[in-house]
């Protein structure tokens, strides 16, 4: 049994994210979640104070203060050519010459050398990943929500910048997630991505459900405008983060769609330490009826009484309502 989902490192992430070591990011992520970090992100970060005066950097922190969405920034890095850093069309927010500039900072730092001195560590997390989703099918399993995948799945393993955050990417024909170990406990360093599992596979679903889930709504956009008037029992701090109805159905799913692949292909236990998570640290109280009607969704679907999602989704709320009140029974 094969995988669909690539494991592989791209240099233009490495070096977006040794260039984020440069800036005030690290400090400002430990004040929001103090957290130990890769021993790798720890050298690369003495390793570079030298050049914290580059202008690659000055650049990097103004897009940081004026708040850019580091997928943008990483997306960014991925649309450059490899060798050269050209670029065919620079977003319009990109500052000028910046690639030029991120050209220079590899070639200052001779970051491809150092990455070939710690080629073991990034071997690990490679391989790692690499062994956690060597059996891993997502398509079948998401293409009941979202319909036929035709996009590639990338999975990019990451030991350096950003240690706390996800990020999910659509460029192109791919859609791509940076993934970094999960943290451990207070200052003790982050698990080796091979010695958790579930850690990989919900980061995967998450990454790329979210992706699917937003870019089918916003395809059907014109289905949904009645269904989307009702709200969704979130809590206020989601709804803050999300204010879309789309959004925040794009997170409800995501999570019940990782608790089902855990207690499926995993283990009862694991889904139920994944729900417990959710609700503890992002007040998903509504997870379970979430997962219930999901499943519940499926089996209908495979007798045909739905054709596809959108068919279900004027149903949702009243069978989470219900799915709820059974499940705090």
Not at 61 to 69: H, N, S, W, Y
Not at 96 to 116: I, Y
Request: proline content about 8%.
């Amino acid at each position: 049994m094969t995988s669909d989902i690539i494991v592989k490192l791209d240099d233009r992430v490495r070096l977006m994210s040794a260039l984020l070591a440069t800036t005030r990011y690290p400090e400002l992520s430990q004040q929001k979640k103090p957290h130990g970090t890769h021993a790798h992100a720890r050298a690369t970060k003495k390793l570079l104070v030298a050049y914290q005066s580059h202008e690659a950097v000055s650049t990097l922190q103004t897009l940081l203060d004026q708040r850019a969405p580091l997928e943008a920034i990483f997306t960014l890095a991925l649309v450059l050519h490899p060798q050269d850093f050209a670029i065919d069309k620079p977003p319009r927010w990109m500052p000028p010459r910046w690639n030029d500039q991120l050209r220079d900072f590899q070639e200052c730092s001779k970051l491809p050398q150092w990455w070939g001195h710690e080629d073991t560590v990034w071997s690990k997390a490679l391989d790692d990943s690499q062994q956690m989703l060597a059996n891993v099918n997502l398509k079948p399993f998401l293409e009941p929500f979202v319909g036929e995948i035709k996009e590639r799945l990338v999975f990019i393993p990451s030991i350096l910048y950003p240690t706390d955050q996800e990020l999910s990417l659509r460029l192109g024909g791919d859609l791509v997630a940076i993934i970094p170990p999960r943290l451990a406990w207070g200052d003790s360093p982050p698990w080796p991505f091979d010695e958790d599992p579930a850690h990989v596979y919900r980061a995967a679903i998450m990454a790329f459900g979210r992706l699917m889930m937003s870019a089918y709504l916003r395809a059907n956009a014109d289905r949904l405008t009645e269904v989307s008037q009702t709200p969704l029992p979130v809590t206020d701090a989601m709804r803050a983060a999300h204010p879309t109805w789309a959004d925040q159905f794009t997170q409800l799913f995501a999570a019940g769609a990782v608790a089902i692949y855990l207690e499926d292909h995993v283990s009862p236990a694991e889904a139920h330490s994944f729900v417990l998570m959710e609700k503890k640290v992002n007040g998903l109280d509504v997870l379970p009826g979430v997962i219930s009607v999901l499943r519940r969704y499926l089996t209908e679907l495979e007798v045909g009484r739905y054709a596809n999602l959108l068919d279900f989704l004027p149903l949702f709320h009243r069978q989470l309502r219900v799915a709820q009140r059974i499940v705090s029974l």
